[in-house]
């Protein structure tokens, strides 16, 4: 699936099951809400923290699919084309970045 086939997909569920976007700023701050989850499992999984008991149940799969469905979900109320971003994005590093990793030291 493409970024603009999930985008309909996305307006069509929220649409009819989901009945309205929440405003911008509630999607923005459940993205927050997505993007902590996301950290605090690559804390305790990659990172020195350990997890809890109530942790057991943790899939990072979810929650950063959690992540990209309240993107889009934002991307579309703004009337953002997330393919035509982040094509724009990928062109952007592209130039910007051509030499600076290849001459960056730390990454030999």
Do not use: P
Not at 5 to 23: C, L, P, S
Not at 57 to 73: H, K, R, S
Not at 76 to 100: H, M, V, Y
């Amino acid at each position: 699936m493409d970024l603009k086939k999930a985008q309909q997909i996305v307006d069509e569920w929220i649409n009819t099951t989901g009945i309205r976007y929440f405003n911008e700023l509630t999607n923005t701050a459940i993205l927050m809400e997505e993007v902590g989850e996301v950290a605090r499992i690559m804390a305790r999984q990659y990172g020195e923290q350990s997890f809890k008991k109530s942790d057991t149940e943790v899939n990072l799969a979810d929650e950063m699919a959690d992540v990209l469905f309240v993107l889009i979900c934002l991307a579309n109320q703004t009337g953002i084309d997330l393919t035509e971003a982040f094509e724009k994005s990928l062109q952007k590093k592209s130039i910007r970045d051509a030499e600076r990793h290849r001459n960056n030291e730390k990454l030999k």
